[in-house]
């Protein structure tokens, strides 16, 4: 089953996620890097959630990750593949898997970042197999 273009929600930006979904409407996936313990996490928070510490910046993610775990949303109207994805930067954060046969995608598999436009708000990281 080839996976169908749907109308994606979009995303609602606050002052903490603003910059996120400004590097995001420029092609960037920003995952948030703490300068006092060093951890990075996603989605970025203005607090880090390793040490509690605020020197938190953003930093670009390499967009290559693999598949952690995925489920199929055959139900939706254009069904869907709602995954977690471990980003090369060693984080995992959940995401759709885009633009691929949804019946063959495999936990483990290699993927990379792709935006997909929203309903008129910024595009939305997604991540399809390599
Ligand atoms: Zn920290």
Known sequence: ???????IQAPQANLETKA?????AEG???IGKCSACGQVHY???AICPHCL????????????GTIYTYSVMRRAPVPYAIAYVTLQEGISMMTNIVDCDLD???IGQA???????SDGGPPV??????
């Open 1 to 7: 089953m080839q996976s169908q273009e749907r109308k």
């Open 20 to 24: 996120f979904w400004d590097a995001a």
């Open 28 to 30: 960037k996936l920003m």
């Open 43 to 45: 989605y970025p928070r």
């Open 53 to 64: 510490g605020d020197k938190t910046e953003l930093q670009q993610a390499s967009g290559n």
């Open 104 to 106: 063959k995608i495999k």
């Open 111 to 117: 993927v990379r970042l792709v935006f997909k436009p």
């Open 125 to 130: 990281p997604m991540f399809t197999p390599i």
